[in-house]
């Protein structure tokens, strides 16, 4: 007979490598924009897996795809492709700039190839077009290349030698990107709205000056849109509302809703880069993600949804903003769409798991982004009805904060 495992958040301690510090709740249920923990005890889902669920949790459409696909073929390798693959492109090619897609597994794997692909693209006119310009507090993934292009040293520290022939530059930073650029340049990279750094969103000027020296200059301009693509912003893609079209764009998170997916889109100029065996994953265009995927892409992409985003965005800002005014622990609100970010006043900077925790004794889960800033990244189709329940329980966290209740008994 088999052995009946207990787990508990202890075992996490116990058992797993110790790359993370989890909160002290263990989720075993979730349904749209509801979370319960293995106590029965509810919780808002402000975090959505961080931007992943954009659907929500168990969204019916995308329970049904996946079912229907299990049934089918569940794997065939890239030896051969596969229906849901070349749909997923379709659509992909469809309705973006893109006229091509790789599909990996995750946001780091589909930087990665956008970083190799570029210097390909690079080096295959000239042997020194190889640098990468990036930019400080970016964060574009947890692999050797993306710790070293992403702009937190505290990533990469301890695991030198590092790949190398890449510049950080500060961010929203016209003159010293002019300054920077040259003919050695393969590449521009960046984050539209830097997330993990802090939600700070790009100035349209800088943006349009990255995208004309990547023109001038002949390097591409590769748009790192894991956290906001897909919608989040308030359109499928952040680029836009920008108004500028890149070279390569990156995309995962919130693409397959909650089932592991990666995608790299790019015009036909930089695809030539890359030749058949050049660059390959084993689960790429994976059926079960790309059926899954095919779904999030019809449901995100639509002018109701897009639109709910933006209204939801607009409550959300103007309540936390309220909220922040009464208990004095928010500064201000930033971001875009439903990639919101609440900056911690003076006396809160660099408490903000404070906050979190007490978020989550009063049922609502919110994520920080680094030490000074709430972070708020729900599904796109929360109801108004949960916003407003997620919101008044953070409230109610706030004030138990400003009070100084007891902290840790849930
Ligand atoms: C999360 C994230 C990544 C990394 O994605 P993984 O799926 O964790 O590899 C890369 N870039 C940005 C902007 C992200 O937010």
Redesign the pocket.
Known sequence: MKRAIPVSRATFDEVMVPTYQPADVLVTRGLGSHIWDQQGRNYIDFAGG??VTSLGHCFPKLVTALEAQAHRIWHVSNVMTNEPALQLAYKLVDTTFASRVFFCN????A?EAAFKLARRYGVGSDPDKCLIVAFENA????TLF?VSVGGQPQYADGFGPLPEGILHLPFNDVSALEKTMSRNVCAIVM?LVQ??GGVNAADPLFVQAARDLCSRYDALLIL?E??TGMGRTGHLFAHEYYGIVPDVLTT??GLGGGFPI?AMLCNERSARALTPGSHGSTYGGNPLACAVASVVLDEVNSTELLEGVRSRSDLMSNRLDTIGKRHGIFDHVRGLGLLLGVSLSENWKGRVREIVDAGLRNGVWALAAGPDVLRFAPALNIPVADVNEGLDRLDRACAELVRGDAPFQR
């Open positions: 961080v931007a995750s946001g780091a794997e930087n964060f574009h993934g947890r993306t984050e997330g993990e790192d894991v956290q995962a998170k990666g």
